[in-house]
């Protein structure tokens, strides 16, 4: 069963099926979650769901299958990206440039090839220009018969709020640790080292692209740095480490600014788990369990030196930091200002 395949997010495939049975599909939902939780595999199956020849739609109360069945004409060209009736649309160098919705609407407009519908999956629509974005409108003003239009997106808030408005929203959430665990071991090569694999799922926060991120040995190796740059931060040395940071989320030529910002975010993150962990050291909880177990000496000895209330003021500071990066503040500046400020903020303690 092609659903199976989505892990994690049984609420969406629940939604779905009992939507495929009771014939009340919409013509267009966004997906929207972190990165690397299962949106675009969600929408690949779905699709072939809604293109399968064996899909039951027949009536209300059929318990007939509702599900791809992986081996008809339509799934099996939908697995090997050949199945005319199913568009797929991804940025090209950040952007979606309204060309490609222009072909999505020239194609929406057509019949269907030997099926009931037509999918098109435009995966991170955030990157929507302006002029394709308002070309979507119209198409999701007055939708052709038979199509269904999926929207993949990290953040609603970076879509336009008339496309949201006139489409089914449905949350994906972080994988479950279990699935999470499963998923790392499968991919990665960790099975060995259980501390690791320990760290590597608390760390990625239910996401299997943070947890490709982490996974490499410079990872491992550079988080370690980190921990040790800010177990003694001084005023004087904050735009070296800020040079340091930024030098770990290289600019990628292809993939812009994007990536570069994902990956500050990760680390930008584990410093806030960082100061969380001395903030439990603190208040006599550490024995709770730390995120970072492994530092614990560090971290302790760092929770001697500051207040409760200095500690919770840097948390406050990387927080507001991260939202800069989500409104696309210039990462440099803001790189520095926040480790000016962390460092400010342990010198009055
Ligand atoms: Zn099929």
Redesign the pocket.
Known sequence: MSFDKVLSQSHVVRYFQGTISKGRLAHAYVFCGPDGVGKALFARELA??L?????DESDGNSTGNKD?????????T?DKGENPNLSWITPAYKVIPISSIQELDRLAALKPVESRRRVFVIEEAEKMSVEAANCLLKTLEEPPPGVVILLTTTSLLRLPRTIVSRCQVLRFHPLEPDVLKRLITKNFDVANDVDGLEWLTRASCGSMGRAATLINEEAVSRRRKLFDRLSSLHPEDNFLISQEVLDWCPHDKDEGLEVRRSQLRVWMCLMLEYYRDALLCKVGAGDIGLFNSDAQDNISTKARRLSVGTIMNIMDEIEYSLEGLQRNANINLLVENMFTRIARLEAIT
């Open positions: 072939k769901a293109l399968c020849e064996k899909v791809a069945c992986d081996v008809c004409k339509s799934c099996r939908a």
